[in-house]
């Protein structure tokens, strides 16, 4: 069965946070699925990433297709967004029909704030778990393992943590064997993680 999944974008995304996902996910695709980035301002506005990057989104809130998998990315900016009730009111609605609701790193403070977080298991990036901890929206906040599933909600920690989830979604949708040809199609081999000083 073919998926669609869509990824939020919004001035001060971190751009790992959706690119990394991005890429996993695209790759990943078969016949028919698809990956579609929606922004607030639809797909003729700009979005200036955390770092600089500028992207144009494919879909604004109002014409994008029905999505089986949202990812809500972090950021900088989600310190702003987290009072956005356009966002909010959007994620909010997109979750009811999803089939998996996604974060990576600071995009669970939009999670928390928009709803899908009540009473869940999240985590978020390590500089930021006490601050999710006390907005007191989500139901336990952990900080260390890479990707917390609690129900459909799927919650990444910091920015590259993001691609693990991602793979880890791949094996929900298409399988495990799928999620392994993702893997090494990406060559995606993090171990071990830092080889600089070799």
């Not at 690119?19 to 922004?39: K, S």
């Not at 301002?41 to 600089?52: E, F, N, P, Q, T």
């Not at 609605?93 to 899908?116: F, I, N, Q, Y």
């Not at 999710?132 to 920015?159: F, I, N, Q, S, Y």
Request: hydrophobic share 45%; with cysteine.
């Amino acid at each position: 069965m073919p998926w669609t999944i869509g990824i939020l974008l919004f001035d001060g995304v971190e751009e790992l946070d959706f690119a990394g996902p991005w890429e996993v996910l695209a790759m990943a695709r078969r016949d028919r699925d698809r990956v579609v980035t929606i922004a607030e301002a639809g797909g003729d506005g700009i979005v200036r990433c955390s770092k600089g990057l500028r992207v144009m989104a494919d879909h604004g809130f109002d014409d994008h297709p029905p999505l089986d998998v949202l990812v809500v990315p972090g950021g900088a900016g989600t310190r702003r967004e987290v009072t956005n009730d356009a966002v909010l009111g959007w994620i909010r609605e997109v979750d009811r029909e999803t089939t998996w609701t996604t974060s990576v790193c600071t995009g669970s403070l939009l999670l928390a704030a928009a709803g899908p977080a009540a009473g869940r298991r999240v985590t978020t990036h390590f500089g930021f778990v006490e601050q999710l901890r006390e907005r007191a929206l989500a139901g336990e906040v952990v900080d260390g393992p890479r990707w917390v599933v609690d129900g459909k909600l799927v919650t990444a920690a910091g920015v590259s943590a993001g691609i693990d989830m991602a793979l880890w979604l791949v094996g929900q949708l298409a399988g495990v064997e799928h999620a392994r040809w993702t893997q090494r199609a990406i060559q995606y081999d993090p171990a071990p993680p830092f080889q600089a000083d070799v």
